[in-house]
Nanobody, 124 residues
Framework: QVRLEESGGGLVQAGDSLRLSCATSGRTLSTYSVAWFRQAPGKEREFLAAITRTGASTYHRDSVKGRFTISKNLAENTVHLQMNDLTPEDTAVYYC?????????????????WGQGTQVTVSS
């Protein structure tokens, strides 16, 4: 069983940065690929970025490349999502998810474990 907990969300202004964290208790994140998704009100859940078990490979959605960066700190058993130059369109609940897979996937159904989410609100 893997329990994931997101943190780092909040209310910021357009152009600001936030660093989200996904911490786990239970199994070490070195055995899971981890991804970040977000869901805005009235919209479907959207894949943002994923990172492999070792952290050696990452994949970012085209629309966030250059602004969002996923990273994994195995020593801290934590995955981060650095978000820069935020806009009001980034307002959403952000979720981390884990999958016991070797590679990276952007398919939400492939991720077995999910956190409760953290709210990010960007004002204009």
């Amino acid at each position: 069983q893997v329990r994931l907990e997101e943190s780092g969300g909040g209310l910021v202004q357009a152009g600001d940065s936030l660093r989200l964290s996904c911490a786990t208790s239970g199994r070490t994140l070195s055995t899971y690929s981890v991804a970040w998704f977000r869901q805005a009100p009235g919209k479907e859940r959207e894949f943002l970025a994923a990172i492999t078990r070792t952290g050696a490979s990452t994949y970012h959605r085209d629309s966030v490349k250059g602004r969002f960066t996923i990273s994994k700190n195995l020593a801290e058993n934590t995955v981060h999502l650095q978000m820069n130059d935020l806009t009001p369109e980034d307002t959403a609940v952000y979720y981390c998810a884990a999958a016991a897979t070797l590679g990276i996937t952007d398919v939400a159904a492939r991720y077995k474990y999910w956190g409760q989410g953290t709210q990010v609100t960007v004002s204009s």
